[in-house]
Nanobody
Framework: VQLVDSGGGLVQPGGSLRLSCSAS????????MGWYRQAPGNQRVLVAR???????TYADSVTGRFTISRDNAKNTIYLQMNSLKPEDTAVYYC???????????????WGQGTQVTVSS
């Protein structure tokens, strides 16, 4: 199983970016998927989370600016980030628990991370 996240870059304050994360490999079931971020010197924290049925949760700092969505047919999630601020600068990681076969237990997987830099 592999998670590949992409879409980061350099953007000016007030700008927008859209991150994507796709899961591939032998997959029986994918559970809730989430986006995390880690700024230099800080711990990795949850930004947004979406369940398999579409229920969403957001960190207070991004509520109203970020939107997480999910395409179950493509095993992909997205993070639309609007009104970006310098404090949103971080490496963003997607993560989820995946069960590869009906007999397996689920395991946690992480994407490789994508850098988001908000600066003028």
């Amino acid at each position: 199983v592999q998670l590949v996240d992409s879409g980061g870059g350099l953007v000016q304050p007030g700008g927008s970016l859209r991150l994507s994360c796709s899961a591939s490999g032998t997959i029986f079931s994918i559970y809730a998927m989430g986006w995390y971020r880690q700024a230099p010197g800080n711990q990795r924290v949850l930004v947004a989370r979406i369940t398999s049925t579409g229920s969403t949760t957001y960190a207070d700092s991004v509520t109203g600016r970020f939107t997480i969505s999910r395409d179950n047919a493509k095993n992909t999630i997205y993070l639309q980030m609007n009104s970006l601020k310098p404090e949103d600068t971080a490496v963003y990681y997607c993560s989820t628990n995946i069960q590869q076969t009906p007999r397996d237990v689920s395991r946690r997987y992480w994407g490789q991370g994508t850098q988001v830099t908000v600066s003028s």
